[in-house]
């Protein structure tokens, strides 16, 4: 079980993959494995490799560096520990202010593949940045981690689809043994207090295995960096007997409650059988606020209108008002099978896996302008649901062919279904009342319900079967050759391979290659879900609807959209690795992948006043392939563990340069600069992050410094997109502990310790927004925090 004591990141090294039958074998060699000794079971199917001998580049996060992020949600915990990891904050925009899109690579947040104990993750409901339907991260409780391992390298041939950019796997806590936890944080400000608290019990299932349960409960407050909006002081000023509250709207991270929880057992009924379950479980809720409507000009709900002549607005909500946008999601994941060993040569591992994402959203203190004195001010506005079922048959057979080692052979085969429905909202969420005749807004004001028109629930099935076989012919030199065939019920099959070296002519020394072919496969979701959004134009400072739509709608198909078919890839990395018997760990890897046939959206389109728009939409814009792009980048990562004076030190740094250049496409044949700009600007090209960590028999003291470099910022209005371009920063953090006996754990700290801020985001000033709700880091300033923890 983990100890709870300072944040230490414990290793950033490299490797390559493997499945969940391989975390039995290799259970006890972890614990007592040293740095680059360490077994690793992702990325490899053969269950001798260390973070050091395996062909491809590979992060290993402990549990105490995932703890030490003052944050619940792991995204932000890797994104503090990986240079190549990037996560966003994205305050008031919709559903993203509680689903945040994470990357890795610069890679759309779906073509990074989430394993749970080496098993394929279920994705969100929600479909994000550019339709992107990821897993959310936020749903696994940190206590139940025991660590993580990020696998930094194409590998669809291996696991299927989605896994373009790399591999997430999450190895959950398998130890006897009780861990509780209490936390506090608060940003300097004074806002968004934080309250965390989680327990853990393990228990040993006599000498056949064990059972852990884990639980966690958070609630944090909302932040504002705010400034009242010019048009909210001019609206007061001539005003004077209203009170208009200061600020209207606050731009900010939102209220959040949430429940997690996860189990995770063994149990061996006999020498070359054992049973395995393990799941996952959350519940919470979040509000945020959305663009405040000003009486003033906000003529699409104040304008009289000759369908409610003795009626008006300003009655209701004379000072305007803020609408508050609610999502309350459930989120499940069980898997259970069988595993084992006929003798040394055979291993098999059968399971079935099911997960499920729901998200329900409500709009409080609104209205349906079209409806007049009808419309109520609180909405249920629907629900999203994104349901899988997954089996799995994975076989391992280790072939003595006369080589230094037998032959690792593994074989299997994958049964996946996923379906996705979207359920409609109150009918006067999406009312079109007889007030739209004379220009009133339709729908709940701030985010239109899901009408039927919307609604409905869809499925792909896809069936694969994979071959992955590595050699080590002589002392110095494995290779690895792996291929995996897999078809969909909804647009046909796909084949991929992966062809990796590394060769060792030196001891300590080692050079690494892989070559790879990749896909990801569109969601039911991306195929068919159709969005509506409500914005608000800088300019005009009036409100407007745009459409998000699938390929398949006919307003879609009229402006050009076709079917979407699966993105391609072609993925390269070449590199140098190092281990002294000193401490000294080193590797650099170079990269290039490839995207064909890329997901994204398409330019913003007037809608034809001789087209049929029931959801009356000012814009709209669709899925499309019709990108290619071409990510290049370098990985370099140092660490040193040794002892020095009368305590150990541990030293690591990591740097990641990363560059996507549109290479064909219409973003590149008619100038779809948004998407560009997207695509190539969206996120810093050059990140890096330094830590020291020395301890001293029951103290122990962590810095870290954070680099993020230049980046794009792009904003949506009713007429195009307005852009910003952000400098770098350096955010530091610093954290101490004192064991004040062998059980309990004091840790005390602040993370952007100088309450450092990035420039000002001039072009949204109108609304009252200070910082970015885009960027790539936390804008609300230095927080600080104290934790407690206690461990048996």
């Not at 709870?4 to 972890?30: G, K, N, Y």
């Amino acid at each position: 079980m983990k100890s709870l004591t300072a944040c230490a990141l414990v290793a950033l090294q490299f490797a390559a993959p493997s499945i969940a039958f391989a975390e039995e074998a290799v259970s006890t060699d972890v614990e007592a494995a040293k740095d680059g000794d360490a077994i690793i079971v992702t990325g490899t199917r053969d269950t001798r490799r260390t973070q050091f001998d395996t062909l491809a580049p590979i992060d290993v996060l402990s549990s105490q560096a995932i703890d030490g992020s003052v944050s619940d949600d792991l995204s932000d915990s890797l994104a503090q520990l990986l240079p190549s990891f990037n996560v966003q904050r994205l305050p008031a925009a919709d559903g993203l202010a509680f689903v945040r899109p994470a990357t890795l690579r610069g890679l759309s947040p779906d073509q990074t593949l989430v394993l749970v104990n080496g098993k394929r993750y279920h994705r969100s409901a929600l479909l994000g940045t550019r339709g992107a339907q990821a897993a959310d991260l936020a749903t696994i409780p940190n206590l139940a981690i025991k660590r993580v391992e990020v696998l930094r390298d194409g590998a669809s041939a291996q696991y299927g689809s989605d896994a373009i950019a790399g591999v997430i796997n999450i190895i959950l806590d398998d130890q006897p043994g009780m861990d509780a936890f209490g936390q506090y944080s608060q940003y300097y400000e004074g806002d968004g207090a934080s309250y965390q608290t989680g327990a853990q019990g393990g228990v040993a299932l006599g000498d056949r295995g064990s059972i852990v349960f884990s639980g966690e409960f958070t609630k944090s407050d909302a932040t504002s960096r705010t400034r009242q909006r010019p048009d909210a002081e001019a609206f007061q000023a001539a005003h004077p007997e209203l009170v208009i509250p200061n600020p209207v709207q606050r731009w900010g991270q939102p209220d959040l409650r949430s429940v997690r929880g996860a189990i995770n057992a063994d149990y061996a009924i006999a020498d070359a059988i054992t049973l395995y379950a393990f799941g996952t479980i959350a519940d919470g809720e979040g509000v945020t606020d959305f663009n405040w409507r000003n009486p003033a000009n906000t003529g699409n709900v104040y304008n009289p209108s000759p369908a409610f002549p003795d009626f008006s607005f300003t009655d209701l909500y004379p000072a305007g008002f803020t609408p508050r946008f609610g999502s309350q999601y459930d989120d499940y994941q069980a898997v259970g099978g069988i595993r084992g060993a006929a003798g040394d040569t055979f291993t098999y591992d059968l399971s079935a896996s099911t997960g499920r994402s729901r998200i329900d959203y409500t709009m409080q203190e609104s209205l349906n302008a079209s409806l007049g004195p009808d419309s109520p001010t609180s909405f249920y506005l629907g629900r999203l649901r994104q349901s899988e079922f997954n089996l799995n048959a994975d076989f391992v057979y280790r072939l003595p062919l006369g080589m230094v080692e037998p032959a690792n052979i593994a074989f299997g085969a994958e049964r996946r279904k996923e379906t996705y429905a979207i359920y409609p909202g109150d009918p006067a969420s999406y009312a079109i009342g007889p007030g739209a005749a004379s220009g009133l807004a339709p729908n709940s004001n701030g985010f239109p319900g899901f009408s039927p028109l919307n609604a409905g629930e869809w499925s792909q099935t896809s069936y694969a079967g994979y071959l992955d076989v590595e050699l080590r012919p002589i002392e110095a030199l494995t290779l690895g050759a792996a291929g995996r065939y897999e078809d969909f019920s909804d647009f046909g099959d796909t084949f991929n391979y992966k062809l990796s070296a590394r060769l060792e002519p030196v001891r300590g020394i080692a050079l690494r290659a892989t070559y790879s072919t990749g896909f990801r496969a569109p969601t039911p979701g991306q195929l068919n879900a159709v969005n509506t959004t409500q914005g608000l134009d800088t300019t005009t400072l009036q409100i407007f609807n745009r459409g998000r739509l699938s390929p398949n709608d006919p307003i879609a198909i009229a402006l050009g959209a076709q079917p979407l078919k699966p993105e391609k890839s072609r993925n390269l990395t070449a590199g140098l690795t190092f281990q002294s018997s000193f401490g000294l760990t080193a590797s650099i890897d170079v990269y290039q992948i490839k995207l064909r046939d890329r997901f994204g959206q398409s330019a913003t389109f007037a809608v034809p006043a001789d087209l049929p728009n029931p959801q009356r939409f000012t814009a709209v814009t669709y899925f499309t392939n019709d990108f290619d792009t071409r990510t290049r980048g370098i990985d370099l990562v140092l660490g040193y563990a040794r002892d020095i004076g009368p305590g150990r030190a541990d030293v690591n740094l990591a740097y990641n340069y990363n560059q996507t250049k549109v290479t064909s496409g219409t973003t590149a044949a008619i100038g779809n600069e948004t998407q560009r700009i997207l695509f190539e600007d969206r996120l810093p090209k050059h990140n890096a992050t330094a830590s020291l960590g020395y301890s001293v028999g029951p103290f122990g003291i962590q810095a870290r410094a954070r680099y993020y470099g230049a980046w794009t910022d792009v904003s949506g209005n009713a007429t195009g997109d307005v852009f910003q371009r952000f400098g770098s920063i350096m955010l530091f953090d610093l954290s101490a502990s004192l064991a004040l006996n062998e059980h309990v754990t004091l840790r005390a700290g602040a993370e952007n310790i100088f309450n450092t801020y990035p420039d000002e985001a001039t072009n949204q000033a109108v609304r009252g927004l200070i910082y970015s709700r885009n960027a790539p880091y936390d804008t609300d300033g230095g927080q600080y925090y104290v934790r407690l923890g206690i461990t048996f």
